[in-house]
């Protein structure tokens, strides 16, 4: 691969990588809750979710997937029960900023573990992995040298995408201060259940 090949490969997937999505609201959630390190955690679990939706795409889950429906259908509505009750969660929530007490009812792990059900939620992220990546293969070279390249640059821009929403989060800790948090968390809330439509009602294996 030349570099001329990378740089346009580093650059789609920056774009693909930084609009806002169930990803970077739970990042910047879980830091406005419960502050940047302990935020972290989520960033973690998107990042780990990354390398699962990678290997699945890479193994050949999304052709499989393409072909058995009634696969894709039940991984679908599993996603869309999820962030409809993480919408309703956060809509039925008090808006209160995390005290000592708080912050201890919401395990490092319990974050890690939410991030994860929620990278995973959406099966369109291993097509998009797949679909990005074919773009960039060279079919008549070895696989292996070309995904040592690849794979990295990805997951590092995953990783710098929601470290800075986490950041982002922080401020917002800050700035979503009483009924603001409330507010916060209202907004947040109905995008979850936007996204979870978004999934009833678009075929993600045509987008």
Not at 109 to 137: C, D, E, M, T, Y
Not at 159 to 166: E, G, K, R
Request: proline share 3%; net charge positive.
């Amino acid at each position: 691969m030349s570099f001329q090949e990378w740089t346009i490969f580093m650059g789609i997937w920056i774009a693909a990588s930084i609009p806002l999505g169930p990803n970077a609201l739970n990042c910047i959630s879980s830091s406005a809750s419960y502050g940047f390190r302990k935020g972290l955690w989520s960033v973690v679990g998107v990042f780990f979710a990354a390398v699962l939706h990678m290997s699945l795409a890479f193994a050949g889950l999304a052709a499989f997937v393409s072909t058995n429906p009634m696969t894709f259908e039940i991984l679908r509505w599993l996603g869309v029960f999820y962030l409809a009750w993480m919408g309703l969660s956060l809509l039925r929530s008090k808006g209160e900023l995390s005290t000592e007490k708080q912050t201890r009812t919401k395990s490092n792990f319990q974050l890690f573990v939410r991030a994860i059900l929620i990278s995973l939620s959406n099966p369109k992220a291993i097509f998009s992995w797949l679909a990005v990546f074919s773009q960039f293969i060279d079919s008549t070279n070895p696989l292996a040298p070309q995904l040592i390249v690849l794979a990295p640059s990805a997951l590092l821009v995953t990783a710098v995408v929601y470290l800075t929403y986490s950041a982002i989060g922080t401020s917002a800790r800050q700035l979503f201060a009483g009924m603001r948090k409330r507010w916060f968390d209202r907004v947040t809330g109905s995008l979850y259940l936007a996204f979870a439509i978004g999934l009833i009602s678009i075929d993600l294996r045509k987008s």
